[in-house]
């Protein structure tokens, strides 16, 4: 089972509607995806519906972090465009505001990093952090991702361009 003493990772569930809804309309999370409209219910529901498709098929896969011991949805960690020819694929993290700094984010992506390599036999993760998302570059760092560059004015927050930060972690070593 994907856990440990603090959290455990699950796959979607329809009663996630409510959860993704909050999260997925958290301004703040825009930033750092390529998104910058709101989510509906509707869209979201679709989403749901279609979530246990293969991976292999997709291309990625989310999974709600679940906190110990009431088992509440705290945030997601997900894994995306998955290339199978090279055994490579993103990784996101995504934790509610009032949960952070709790260390769920750091429990979710060791449990995944030991997934991806032990169960989808992957050979390398990798992330794109904004520049000045200092709490998360030292989250992936602590986890054995390593620096490998910078992508200049790569994002596009309010009426300024940012740089971020490129991570991967090679999973065979």
């Not at 291309?59 to 199978?84: H, K, N, S």
């Not at 992330?127 to 570059?137: D, E, K, V």
Request: a negative charge; one cysteine or more.
């Amino acid at each position: 089972m994907l856990r440990d003493d603090l959290i455990f990772l699950r796959a979607l569930e329809a009663e996630d509607l409510e959860f993704l809804y909050v999260l997925e309309n958290d301004s703040a999370l825009w930033q750092v995806s390529d998104s910058a409209t709101p989510v509906s219910r509707y869209t979201l529901r679709k989403y749901l519906e279609n979530s246990t498709a293969d991976f292999e098929e997709v291309r990625q896969l989310r999974l709600v972090i679940c906190a110990l011991p009431d088992g509440r949805a705290v945030g997601t960690v997900d894994l995306f465009d998955y290339v199978p020819r090279h055994q490579r694929a993103g990784v996101g993290i995504a934790v509610l505001p009032h949960e952070r700094k709790n260390g769920f984010a750091r429990a979710a992506l060791k449990i995944l990093i030991s997934y991806a390599r032990q169960t989808l036999g992957l050979h390398q993760l990798f992330c794109t952090i904004g520049a000045n998302n200092s709490a998360s570059q030292k989250l992936f760092q602590q986890a054995g991702f390593q620096f490998v560059g910078v992508r200049k004015d790569w994002v596009r927050m309010a009426d300024e361009w940012q740089n971020v930060v490129e991570y991967q972690c090679l999973l065979d070593i």
